[in-house]
């Protein structure tokens, strides 16, 4: 063209201006900072896409459609010197009626609503704005990001169309005249403004493919060479996936972040309620943001096109482990823009997703014990979480969770499950101990009771575990108790000395401690060791309060309650002492060293200085009358 066709209005040239929510988005898109430019590619190239999809359904279901538009392709010239950016087509192409209609009006219903609802936040924040716009995704009309004036030139497959070049600066109007392309398809060309220049370049346009589009299902070639590799692989058959695809597949998704290979895949296709297909992969390894609760890694694709990289919408947090695809037919590319808070087919998709991840872990768990031991050492903490934020799922990821026990070698687990087939005779709860670690709950006074009746003792030594027993506090009709925690009555045993003989101790010890304790009794959960200091039923517990420290040290701590051994030498002679002289200073330090001792055993003392002078004292005593 010499001439513009503004001045050339008897070359058939018809200026029209856009319609006036055109001109709004218009306005967004050209005065606006975007910080998500790069997605105008991606706009362009899905329409091709479409283009060609609806190509091919015509060329089905039409008889008189009889123009060869050869193999379907998608086509990305670059020309640094003309710092023009072409993508080319032989899709289904435009009529000049589909032209002025498509390219300069709105059919979408939701694109105004999103405006108009965001115009506010728009105006205050534009950098924001523009997040916002790109991520929406405004259509054809995200090619005024990067171009100064787009051509284009299209002939539509219909019979008897003909060719039609349409151009723009987007600046209020378009003009439509006569074209020259002489088959089916389109081809736009965007002459890049000054500061978009880099996408002239090969390598950026690759990446950009790559990254939107890599999964399109027509090849798109950037300078002749094929840049996406155009295989959905996430529809197609299960059978039809290699284990060398998935490999390949994981890589791609996680950009070689996660390990190398997919501790578990799970393939799904599905046609109702909403019609999705998943690939989604377990890892092998965790990756070191796993604890950012905002990570989460799963891309989703409205109809092979990427819509959102990292997209938390489709999974719970519990569950940010996964790592994969999720395309339903059933999202238009502009999902976005309808707030995906709100999207309905969103939530039945994240719905379907969670049943069937819990459905592939508990058969893993069941079918490859050793595969899902490794899961559980690199996730287990994060779908432990789970239980705290998800009543409807609660009792089945309980289920997949997995502890070591008082009979467990160190680092062995057992499930719920197992630890109940396990149960003795006569045992009603499921019994467990917080802590933090094996080592500071092992040897723990308060499992004597317990050990001695062959009950096992679940290891709840993950600080996690603390909100996991407060909210599974039953599994298969059986509570989940404390053994640290309230009063434990496991049945009174044979030999149990009558109360009455050891009361005076208990009286004696409440007096000398005071108020360092809520109360002091007589205790059922210990054999061997002389006292031990229990929670009352509701307190948060020993290992909640250090928890609770570490994170506010102003914390202040709930008074325990001391317990005696009943059928321990010292509390047996404490009482005979305590009979004969109540207020002896003896009374006292011993009263005290029972308080101490149960702390010790605990891996805490408050004053060791003290404690090891009223040690000193009583063996000086002991070592007196010894010789
Ligand atoms: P959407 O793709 O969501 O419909 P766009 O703004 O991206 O919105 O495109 C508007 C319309 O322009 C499309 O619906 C389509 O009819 C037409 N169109 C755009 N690009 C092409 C193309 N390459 N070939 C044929 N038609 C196209
Ligand atoms: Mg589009």
Known sequence: MSTEPENNPSGGATELPFQAEVQQILALVINSLYANQEVFLRELISNASDALDKARYLALTRKDITEQAGEPKIEIKLDDDARTLTITDNGIGMTRDEVIHNLGTIAKSGTMEFLKSHADAMKKDPQNSANL??????????????????????????????????????????????????????????????????????????????????FVHFPIFVNDEQANRSRAIWALPKSQVTDEDHADFFHHVTEGMDGEKPLMTIHNSVDAPVQYHALLYVPEKAPFDLFH??????????????????????????????RGVVDSEDLSLNVS?????????????????????????????ENEPEKYTKF????????????????RHKDAIAELCR?????????????????????PEGQKDIY????????????????????????DVLFMIDPIDEWFV???????????????????????EPDA????????????????????????RLSKRLTDSASCLVSDQGDPGANMERILRMVDQESTERKRILELNPTHPIIKNLAALAAKEPDSERVKTWSQLLFDQALLAEGVVEDPATLVRRIQDLLTQVSSAAV
């Open 293 to 322: 609760k905002e990570r989460r890694g799963l891309r989703l694709y409205a109809k092979r096109v990427l819509i959102i990289e990292d997209t938390d919408k489709l999974t719970p947090p519990w569950l940010r482990f996964l």
């Open 470 to 492: 407060r909210s599974v506090t039953e599994f298969e009709k059986k509570t989940l108790r404390s053994v640290a925690h309230g009063d434990i009555d496991l049945g009174a």
């Open 133 to 214: 716009i790109g991520q929406f995704g405004v259509g054809f009309y995200a090619a005024f990001m990067v171009a100064s004036r787009v051509d284009v030139s299209t002939k539509s497959m219909l019979p008897g169309a003909e060719a039609v070049l349409w151009r723009s600066s987007g600046s209020g109007t378009f003009t439509v005249l006569p074209g020259d392309k002489e088959t089916p398809g389109t081809v736009i060309t965007l002459h890049l403004k000054d500061d978009a220049r880099e996408y002239t370049k090969a390598y950026r346009a690759k990446d950009i493919v790559r990254k939107y589009s890599d």
């Open 432 to 455: 467990y101990v917080t802590g933090p670690g094996r080592k500071g709950v092992e040897h723990s006074p308060h499992l004597e009771a317990f050990k001695k009746r062959g009950y």
């Open 497 to 520: 000395p009558k109360e009455e003989m050891v009361a005076s101790a208990v009286v004696a010890v409440k007096g000398a401690l005071g108020d360092k304790v809520k109360d002091v």
């Open 376 to 391: 559980w050492g690199e996730f287990g903490r994060v779908l432990k979480e789970g239980t705290t934020m998800e009543y």
């Open 403 to 423: 502890f070591e026990s008082m009979k467990t070698e160190a680092g062995k687990l057992i499930s719920l499950k197992q630890y109940v087939e396990a149960m």
């Open 337 to 365: 823009r309808e707030m995906l808070q709100e999207n309905r087919t969103l939530k039945t998709i994240e719905q379907q997703i969670v049943k069937q991840t819990l459905k592939v872990l508990k058969d893993t768990a």
